[in-house]
């Protein structure tokens, strides 16, 4: 087996077949012929101010709240670095992104885990949590489609969310990537949008699987005050983030390259999940999951006793590969995984479970 | 007056008309159609592999030793991070970059300014301080054309500072955006390249001269191991630099773009240089400088008792603007101040030269 043989199930990036390549070439010289300036020249660290105006109408928020970054995780790294000392107490989903766990305990927070449901966090979890005197910095949520488990917060614990913060006093962080990419269902309202203005949300979100993440395109939206110390940090530390994509990005999202790119997107993401369901159901009926409405990630239980940590290099001896389910958490979920369905054409779905199928089967050989 | 009468010297920006915006156009559209995945998809945070092999080549080093970024202020930023804890003593040339001091002072570094001459920073005066006990982490130099003066090392001092750096075991951070950026003269070796390989020379530069400012995309050259811990602190702050502005940097590079763009830059800023001496000569013959060979800037120096401070808000009253020379020293430097002729075209000069020429009167007028 060659390296391209290998089937991943591992990287929540676009297969390049879902990218509008031309579209952005469009893009491109749309952008240079009718702002070379803007385009090209130095910016300032709020971003390229076209674009920064359309997200602030986007979210209906004034134009300072909002400042445009290369990429929301280069946001994540500035606000966790506004808001986070050492021992900082910070509510996180369990699951969450590996990436969010390491740049908390980068800097010390005190990572407090709230269970994941069907339905978002357990907010009675928290509110416990709450009650017994735990008072965070914030909570960091990614409400849709959430990465690693795809589930999505619904409306009543958003709200119920808001209250907690406004009792508690704490920041939601509403860390929100994947809200454009839902295939079905209907969309929810964001916390930013049901916090009406009181300041008690920062939302996140980028361009990573609207257009590209090549562009490095993300935006944070929040309070005036602390948007205004984030771009202080962010002039010293860059000047301005890159104008020139971000030119590229608005004259896409003007044009109307936009809605096509998420219309594509999704399409070919609903063939994936439905695809990778069936193949589960049929290969690996022993798998637990519920199927996504949106997003890149599949959450997948398999039977208590299966250790995850042994069946990832048999997979990948067999040319198919998937991140553990224990990268996301501080603590349990040896027999869980995450598959991401966003990398892998509908085509390859069944190859890639029939190989994980194989690998589980491997683990049962060797231990019977 | 309006502000698009304003004549700036204030800003180390090109001018939209020394920028190849049609080239970026043809770039584009390659970097897009020979490699849409490699431009569009996360990459990780060596950067562009290409690009970075390319500057591998050009500096002669491996490939391990480069490290590709959102511009060359990330990487100092990523660099300071790695190298300076509070109260960490560094050397910066006296007048220095307004954005280093502020970069160190934020990380609590004991700064210790250097003259810096006509020839570059005075080596004996740092020799002394070195027999006197200074051991500084690292001596932050712009070897050619520096920000703020336009002065450039000579051969000998680069020599000189290498030795010393070995003796006493320090660090040459050798930060050289304007090194292309030559109209006049012979270019010089890098302290990089006259250190062969000892280590003890972290190199940075930039396509923001050379390309683009809005690109942002910059680079650091340095030891394996340092490379590999700035590469680390880049992972985790954005995953990736920007893939799509670096592929159509690479992209511009090897079409010639690259040699095309920098001899039209070399051939305005050589008359701009020209013309902006004359000025001077002829209306403000006070004013004492030395005509830069490359780079951006031109250092000028008034006459002892003229308030900088005072004047700069007289010139902005007539219409032209320049940057104080205290915003680039700790103390002094009242009467001096920096001109950037890198974003005024030729045939604005003179009338910019002659507002600052009244402007200046008008403080006497005022003081008789």
Redesign the interface.
């Known amino acids: 087996m060659t390296a391209s043989d290998l089937i991943s199930f591992a ?1 929540g ?2 297969s ?1 077949d879902i ?1 509008d ?1 031309a579209g ?2 469009a893009a ?2 749309a952008a ?1 012929t009718q702002d ?8 300032t660290a709020i971003g390229y101010p076209p674009l920064r105006k359309l997200l602030a109408e986007r979210h209906g928020v004034a134009e300072d709240q909002v400042l445009v970054t ?2 929301s ?2 946001a994540d ?1 500035f606000l966790f670095d506004q808001l986070v000392v050492s021992g900082s107490p910070v509510v996180v989903e369990r699951p969450t992104y590996d ?1 969010t766990l ?2 908390l305990r ?1 800097r010390g927070a005190d990572v407090r885990p709230v269970a994941l449901d069907l339905d978002g966090i357990d907010t009675e979890e928290l509110a416990a949590l709450l009650d017994g005197g735990l008072r965070p910095t914030f909570a960091h949520i990614i409400p849709n489609f959430q990465n690693p488990a795809g589930y999505t917060l619904s409306l009543a614990k958003r709200k119920r969310l808001l209250e907690l913060a406004e009792q508690y006093d704490f920041v939601v962080f509403e860390d929100d990537p994947y809200a454009q990419i839902r295939f079905a269902g209907e969309p929810l309202p964001t916390m930013l949008e049901l916090d009406e203005g009181r300041g008690r949300v920062v939302y996140a979100s980028s361009f ?1 699987k609207t257009v ?5 395109v993300g935006y944070i939206v929040g309070p005036k005050e602390l948007v205004a110390r984030v771009r202080a940090r962010a002039t ?10 971000q ?2 990005v608005y004259q896409f999202c003007v044009d109307g390259g936009l809605d096509r790119s998420i219309a594509k997107v999704n399409a070919a993401l609903a063939e994936r999940v439905a695809t990778l369901c069936a193949a589960l159901a049929e290969q690996l009926p022993e798998a637990k999951f519920t199927a996504p409405e949106g997003g890149y990630f599949m959450w997948v239980e398999l039977p208590e006793g299966v250790d995850v940590a042994r069946l990832l290099p048999a997979a990948e001896e067999r040319g198919v590969t998937f991140v553990k389910g224990t990268d996301f958490l501080l603590e349990g979920g040896a027999s869980t995984m995450r598959l991401a369905y966003s990398g892998v054409r509908a085509d390859q779905i069944a190859e890639g479970v029939g190989r994980l199928a194989e690998a589980l089967r491997s683990l049962r050989v060797a231990a019977g």
Chains 1, 2 share one sequence.
């Open positions: 990287r990036a676009p390049l990218i390549v952005l070439k491109t010289d240079l070379p300036g803007g385009a090209l020249g130095y910016g290369n990429g995780m280069q790294a990436r390491l740049g980068e990573s590209a993440p090549g562009v490095r010293n530390t860059y000047i301005s983030p890159n104008m020139f994509a030119a590229v």
